[in-house]
């Protein structure tokens, strides 16, 4: 912030307001925005102090007067709604004073718990009369900006931290909303369509702005339910008809329309769902609780949409040769540096987003809409009685999680057919993920190889210590596919069954390796031969496809002889990517998600669960975390380095990651949590075994083997 006073009499138009100020009169201004003052007129200030009110550390209000300085952006002000209703929601008697910008000025105006709105740069002997203040200025590349949700970010500035409800207030002028809804209906009629979609792709700066061939390819997927309109805010792009025309975009063009804010918003209030780029919509899109999908290449969408309900993020995952999505990048006035690389205009990693998801992610939102809905009733492992919050909706399901032992679900309960599913048939998110169905079918004929190829996978190689101390014998391999793991434990010594729920997996290993194999969706349809009693039951990848998960541990438990042993493994919940950047909600390319997927397992709920099912001991780990995973986990950022010379040195991004990864091997032969595919060993009885030393050497060993291996003795 940046307190001046005017050297002369001035009068002046600036940051829309008009100025009239005496020899002496004092303001404070934003220290980027005094920078946008013209340069003539910046002469005309001196830089001062005067004694501000101290800043807000959470006192009680009431009574009180609380000033808070803002910066103009309409997003941003939109956001800080929910912290200024908090305010007045917690401290009636309070007054709240807001400091803004003669362009954001429309969105608080007419809102009943702000008591004065005051012109950005104010006036300083308006702000002396607060008690307390708060800044809120000069937030773009700070460190706690970028990291945190927009809507956190207010509540955080305003000690609050969590809000009654945390969508922004967005006042809508009913008489423009007359204006266009004659529109809106003339649109609909001329269309024999009874809903609207309202298109906002270009965003504040070019690198977030949607491809018009992207939107084009929109427009086929859902012209059979929704009317396309295009509101655009007319100081934003002039052009927006001439691209309509060279991509042969039907959508409806209202911009020359939208004359201010209040239109787009009106806009919005009669749409039925929208599609937008632009983080202004999105946030009058999230107030209003509209079906909205934002679709976000350079920053993370959570960022700016986790607060909204019914707001999906669509997100790419993109590496190039510049970059990694997300980079974090806010603004720039020119195509990013990657669009530079391969001669284009839009930014690659949007490019990059198949239509076709953004359409399944309109029908999530629309879902997600949705206020009378089927509830669960108890969840499936543990069998607490809800109420469960609902984590996200994806590919058309709700994942609900339980606040007793963790267990994130799907519900309804409908787990998928794996016979579709090995063959390639799925027309939904899953089909744009990375399914190991495809690859569980490109075998090996000669057995040695197929098993060399698998044993060298840090999820079975972490494995091979452990399976040196279990008890040899009969081991049932759950799920056991073409017969992986079998070759495995076929090799250290066990009599080795398994079971498929999918045809096609068994023919294969029984054609490629004689495998004692056989098809079977639950336990009770075991063959005769294959009903145990078993020295090692395992099941990879295959509680989290279950409807009944605690009946499914049981009936593993029946099956083992007394001192037996389970290991079961799933996908992670904790894994480093996920502690890297919150649980990766709405990740359309990953397979996390029902039919695939019902359940999502934390360390304690998978010990937890064994533990119901009657296991005595019971041990938690994950693969080794090694260099792969660590970087699905970030985003590396180049440097510029100052040598002693004074000479710089640019390092690109792909040379500091490296430099990271390197000192990071402490991490590699140590971390029993972060890995990909998180293990549980359950064993019927007492083992007598040291289980810490076993899991941390396993580890270890893994670690080195995965690495090193090149390394030849």
């Not at 908090?86 to 008591?115: C, F, H, M």
């Not at 391969?342 to 939102?365: G, M, N, R, T, W």
């Not at 250290?492 to 056989?518: M, N, P, T």
Request: charged content about 25%; proline content about 6%; some cysteine.
């Amino acid at each position: 912030m940046l307190t001046v006073q005017a050297k002369t009499k001035l009068s002046f138009e600036f940051n829309g307001y008009q100025f009239n100020l005496k020899p002496g009169e004092k303001l404070l201004f934003a220290n980027d925005v005094f920078g946008l003052l013209p340069a003539n007129l910046q002469t005309q200030f001196e830089k001062t102090y005067s004694v501000l009110p101290p800043f807000y550390d959470g006192e009680d209000l009431n009574g009180k007067t609380l000033f808070v300085f803002m910066q103009g952006a309409i997003g941003d002000v939109l956001c800080s709604t929910v912290a200024l209703r908090e305010i007045k929601r917690r401290y009636p008697k309070s007054k709240l004073w807001v400091s803004v910008s003669g362009r954001a000025r429309i969105v608080l105006e007419n809102l009943p718990y702000i008591d004065k709105l005051l012109p950005h740069p104010a006036p300083i002997k308006e702000v002396v009369k607060a008690n307390y203040m708060v800044k809120a200025v000069e937030m773009v590349n700070s460190p706690h900006f970028d990291n945190l949700n927009m809507v956190e970010w207010f509540l955080w500035k305003f000690k609050l931290y969590f809000a009654e409800d945390e969508t922004p207030d967005v006042w809508v002028d009913l008489n423009v909303v007359e204006e266009i809804k004659k529109i809106f209906e003339e649109i609909k009629k001329v269309s024999g369509k009874d809903k609207i979609l309202l298109f906002h792709y270009l965003a504040s700066s070019i690198h977030r702005t949607l491809p018009p061939k992207l939107l084009k390819e929109i427009e086929d997927l859902i012209s059979k339910e929704f009317v396309p309109v295009i509101c655009s805010l007319p100081d934003e792009d002039l052009t927006v008809e001439v691209t309509l025309d060279v991509y042969g975009i039907k959508a409806a063009n209202l911009s020359a329309l939208m004359k201010d804010l209040r239109y787009l918003i009106a806009a919005v209030y009669l749409s039925d769902a929208v599609i937008t780029a632009d983080t202004s919509t999105l946030h009058i899109a999230g107030g209003l609780k509209k079906p909205t999908v934002f679709i976000t290449g350079p920053i993370e969408g959570r960022l700016r949409s986790d607060t909204y309900p019914t707001v999906i993020p669509v997100r790419p995952k993109y590496t190039g040769q510049t970059c990694k999505s997300p980079c974090g990048i806010h603004a720039i006035n020119e195509p990013c540096s990657e669009a530079k690389v391969k001669h284009q205009f839009y930014s690659p990693c949007i490019e990059s987003i198949p239509p076709k998801v953004i359409y399944f992610a309109l029908k999530d939102a629309l879902l997600a809409c949705q206020e009378n809905y089927e509830k669960p009733e108890s969840c499936p492992l543990c069998s607490f009685k809800g109420p469960f919050s609902l984590f996200e909706v994806i590919n058309q399901h709700r994942i609900f999680e339980c606040p007793s032992c963790g267990l994130q679900f799907g519900y309804p309960r409908k787990s998928m057919d794996y016979d579709i599913a090995y063959e390639q048939k799925i027309d939904d998110l899953l089909s744009f993920g990375d399914t190991a169905y495809k690859n569980y079918q490109q075998l090996e004929k000669e057995e040695d190889k197929e098993l060399k190829k698998w044993k060298g996978l840090p999820r079975f190689n972490v494995l091979l210590p452990i399976l040196e101390v279990l008890p040899k014998g009969k081991l049932l391999d759950v799920g056991c596919s073409s017969g992986n793991f079998m070759l495995i434990a076929k090799a250290k010594g066990f009599e080795v069954y398994g079971i498929d729920a999918s045809e096609k997996a068994v023919e294969l290993a029984k054609k490629y390796y004689k495998l004692r194999v056989a098809k079977a969706l639950t336990f009770e349809e075991l063959p005769s031969d294959f009903k145990g009693p078993y020295k090692v039951i395992t099941a990879f990848e295959v509680i989290e496809h279950v409807e009944n998960p605690l009946t499914f541990l049981k009936e593993i438990y029946e099956l083992l002889e007394e001192g037996g042993a389970t290991i079961i493994s799933c996908p992670p919940y904790f894994a480093f990517k996920h502690l890297a950047k919150s649980y990766l909600k709405y990740q359309w390319w990953g397979n996390d998600y029902p039919p695939h997927h019902l359940n999502r397992f934390k360390p304690w709920t998978l010990y937890y669960g064994l533990k119901l099912a009657g296991f005595d001991e019971v041990v938690i780990f994950t693969e080794p975390l090694i260099p792969g995973t660590v970087l699905e986990g970030i985003t590396p950022k180049s440097a510029e380095v100052e040598l002693d010379e004074g000479q710089r040195l640019f390092i690109p991004s792909r040379f500091t990651a490296n430099l990271v990864l390197a000192n990071l091997t402490p991490l590699y032969i140590n971390a029993r949590y972060l890995g990909n595919f998180q293990y549980a060993i359950g064993i019927k009885g007492k083992s007598g075994l040291n289980w810490e030393k076993i899991i941390q050497r396993a580890i270890n060993i893994s670690a080195v083997d995965i690495l090193w291996k090149d390394d030849k003795i």
